[in-house]
């Protein structure tokens, strides 16, 4: 059986592992599924159609799986996934998804989202994902593995964030920011790539030397965009991160690619 503190509420049907373990004051919904040695540390509300996987710890006052903040929400069954080893602090709240977005809010695995963090409905986060204190993102947002948002910032519905991206404290993204990008400002503008977790993450010198030119060719001043992405992906094509930012920039997305300050309009 499952530890559970005698002031927990569980409710009839929530599928708990054997070793969870809940805290005084959670409350735990019907269709809640807590995977092994999840740990509820007190005060925490886990409701909706939601699923916590193996190792995930959520620390007081998270507030998890309940309604979305979308006023098309009309109480269809969607869901909230989140994968393993997550650790969520305090005062954390997570959507399930809308019939606008496909009915799934999914969190990966490793992440850590730290004291205030929202993570809105239909948002798509990958692993190994930071969110430091109070970011927040909006609905339908999607974040590639690896990316790091700062504190106090700010993600606008429908926006991308690649793997390895980077975003500055304090920073409101209202366009979609490319892999290993480093973004910063009040609307935030590419500031170049980001070289520390680069490094970090073990990507040899070599492919950083590479990713740090094929960037200049992409946000050169000549030509248009769309020149500019053909030259590279013609240059670069063996190199697997820079078409990792090529893909990303050529797949359709309701926001624009978040350029340099410097960047003049180009189609």
Known sequence: MAEVHATAI???GARLAADARIGPYCVIGSEVDLGAGVVLEAHVVVGGRTTIGAGTRIYPFASIGLPPQDLKYAGEPSTLEIGRHNVIREHVTMNPGTKGGG??????????????????????????????????????VHIGDFAILGGLSAVHQFVRIGAHA????????ENDVIPYGSVMGDRAHLVGLNLVGLKRRGFSREVIHVLRNAYRLLFAQEGTMNE?????????????????IIRFMQLPSQRSICQPKNERAAS
């Open 228 to 244: 500019r992405l053909q030259d590279v992906a013609q240059m670069f094509d063996d190199n697997e991160a820079v078409m990792d």
């Open 166 to 173: 980077i975003i500055g404290g304090m920073s409101g993204v």
């Open 10 to 12: 569980v409710e009839s």
């Open 103 to 140: 009915m799934v809010t999914s969190v990966g695995d490793e992440g850590l989202f730290m004291i205030g963090c929202h993570v809105a409905h239909d948002c798509r986060i990958g692993n190994n994902v930071v969110m430091a204190n109070s970011a927040a993102l909006g609905g339908h």
